[in-house]
């Protein structure tokens, strides 16, 4: 079973406030670090495991500029054989033009796969829309927001999808196939940094981005970025905790949620 | 691989007789030291009960290292990738963020907003003195009162001294504890860089787990470090603090571990609050060297244990009520965090020593 994983470098912005700069062209992510995309990770975790009890290997392959490769080199470390990094100029955002560099790539290099996993989603762009396309592209079967492989066949495999209401669905589907993985499929294991270490040493191959691209215009592009309207409601208690506690209890008290 | 002993140990047992965390848990130091010595397996929750004290190094009759051991055996863990979640969490915090809780780097200064004087960059200051504070009183809401305390005491004073900023790394004292060695070098490598670059020459420590990590585990940086009850503790006794209001209390301290057991600073912290006029300075039965651990260290803080059994935290609250304390008084953050929480629910009250010096000194 030979599994490919996309993998994504995304920055670790959820504890920070963004600045957006020129004229909402931007965002400022000088001073922001960057990580492996959360349901990456879960993606190689599980990957690694299936090759871990049958044959097979993990690639994990990035699109996206030289720093990239700290996400492949995790990747190694987790268990991946192989690291491909599609190197790019530019930022890729458009969903569209990513599935087609990787539809591309992948065709191109000739590289053989039963399984395609994805993130269900980057943490930075949150199309959640790279699978899909690249499954459409590559005219096999894909699945969304999987939350257990519970059957893997030959030719087919038993994948169970995380639905609302407490509902998951079991679909089958035939091997090629691509599936977006869901967090909380497994949990990742922790990677050292001594075991960064040693996959730094294992090399991992480049690809100049220009190759897998034919250069027409992307089908999205951002106009500009926004910060959420502010909404009105909310009061700022002041004063000491004892003082603010009086305040809030008063409020609770008028708002007839404590008597 | 570290220098353990563990080959030279006799099984007296004196290592178990001292652990804080013995008879009322699965944890057994000296049948991990036994089963270490003949390569046995370890069952993989127990290493992670140990609290990095030090008692057992520090009591052994043979010069065995059962706490380094421990990080031996988790290190072992952690290269396997098999350690507890939130242990896993807070190692990849400090990876991202260089803090276990994951707050943002760019916001390690913010406590400084709260002071109504400025704290140039150590680059700037001419003593090259740095007040180091702790990921956790950067950004705990509870403990953040005590680098905005000290900084206001050092300023009364006439004391230069300049901050990291957001380029302070954390110090890795428990990171290396938990076993994570390589990204300790990775915490210790990015803060030596930047005392070398910024040519600091004192560091003033407010957390004594960063203290013990700066002082003895950064490799001979020429860097005069203290806690900063020692740094306090000379400006009382050369005159240029004077506690000027009186503060009638009947105090009880709790000795850190890091503090005292381990780097013997036992009486800088009572000699500051002997100068407080009206304290009636009281003692744990176990006290200085026999102090007992609040169980906040060696990654405690991020783990809580399987086992239901009364916490040290808990003992020591129940004796400072016996004792008839108004207060108990320590001078590390995880102590205080770790003891208020009893107290809270008995009734007790819990201090850092900076909190009492921000009432007592006219700043």
């Known amino acids: ?259 | 691989m570290l220098n353990t002993r563990v080959m030279t140990c006799i099984q007296c047992g004196k290592c178990t007789g001292s652990c804080p965390e013995s008879g009322k848990t699965p944890f057994n130091i000296r049948t991990l030291v036994r089963k270490r010595q003949f390569d046995g397996a370890i069952a993989d929750g127990l290493p992670w009960y140990c609290t990095s004290c030090g008692t057992c190094t520090l009591r052994c009759p043979r010069d065995v290292k059962p706490s380094e051991m421990i990080i031996e055996i988790r290190s072992a863990f952690v290269e396997n990738g098999d350690i507890p979640t939130t242990i896993q969490k807070a190692l990849e915090n400090t990876f991202v963020q260089r803090n276990p809780w994951g707050r943002s780097r760019n916001r390690r200064a913010e406590w400084v907003d709260k002071l109504d004087f400025e704290i140039p960059h150590v680059g700037d200051t001419t003593a090259k003195r740095l007040l180091f504070t702790c990921c956790i009183h950067a950004y705990d809401p509870r403990c953040i009162v005590v680098p905005v305390g000290i900084a206001r005491v050092l300023k009364a004073a006439g004391v230069e001294f300049g901050i990291l900023g957001e380029e302070e790394a954390c110090c890795g004292n428990e990171i290396r504890r938990i076993g994570e060695s390589g990204l300790f070098e990775e915490l210790r490598d990015e803060n030596k860089g930047s005392f070398e670059e910024y040519g600091v020459k004192e560091i003033i420590a407010l957390s004594p787990h960063c203290m013990n990590a700066l002082k003895n585990e950064y490799e001979q940086t020429g860097i005069k470090v203290v806690h900063y009850t020692e740094a306090i503790h000379d400006l009382v006794k050369d005159g240029s603090l004077v506690p000027a209001k009186p503060y009638e209390k009947r105090i009880i301290y709790h000795d850190p571990c890091f503090l005292g057991k381990q780097n013997k600073i036992f009486d800088s912290p009572r000699e500051i609050l002997r100068s407080i006029q009206g304290v009636t300075l009281l003692e744990f039965s176990r006290n200085r060297e026999n102090s007992l651990c609040c169980e906040g260290g060696g990654g405690r803080m991020f783990f809580d244990v399987d086992t239901v059994y009364q916490r040290n935290s808990e003992v020591r609250v129940l004796e400072a009520i016996e004792m008839e304390a108004d207060m108990i008084v320590t001078t590390c953050p995880f102590c205080l965090m770790n003891l208020e929480d009893p107290a809270n629910e008995k009734g007790m009250v819990v201090k850092e020593l900076s909190e009492i010096l921000m009432e007592v000194l006219e700043t």
């Open chain 1, 1 to 259: 079973m030979n599994i490919l994983v996309f993998t994504k470098r995304v920055p670790a912005a959820q504890e920070e406030e963004l600045k957006i700069t020129g004229d909402g062209k931007d965002v400022d992510l000088t001073k922001i670090p960057f990580k492996i995309n959360d349901w990456d990770a879960y993606a190689v975790e599980e990957a690694v495991r299936i090759v871990e009890k049958s044959e097979g290997a993990v690639t994990s392959i990035a699109i996206g500029d030289k720093e990239s490769d700290e996400v492949l080199r995790r990747a190694v470390a987790m268990g991946a054989k192989d690291g491909f990094l599609v190197e790019m100029e530019q930022v890729v955002q458009d969903p569209f033009e990513r599935a087609r560099i990787a539809h591309t790539f992948i065709q191109k290099e000739s590289i053989p796969f039963d399984m395609i996993f994805t993130g269900v989603q980057s943490e930075d762009d949150q199309f959640g829309a790279v699978g899909a396309i690249l499954a459409a592209l590559l005219k096999v079967p894909f699945a969304s927001m999987v939350i257990a492989i519970d059957e893997i066949e030959k030719g087919h495999i038993m994948v169970r999808r995380e639905l609302e209401g407490g509902l998951q669905e079991r679909v089958k589907l035939t091997l090629p196939c691509v599936l977006g993985i869901q967090s909380g499929i497994n949990e990742p294991r922790y990677v050292s940094i001594m075991g960064i270490r040693k996959a730094s040493k294992i090399e991992r191959k480049f690809f100049s981005g220009a190759n897998y691209t034919d250069g027409s215009a992307h089908m999205i592009e951002v106009n500009r970025w926004l910060y959420p309207a502010q909404k009105e409601g909310a009061a700022m208690l002041e004063g000491d905790v004892g003082q603010a506690c009086s305040k809030l209890l008063a409020i609770l008290k008028e708002k007839g949620v404590r008597q």
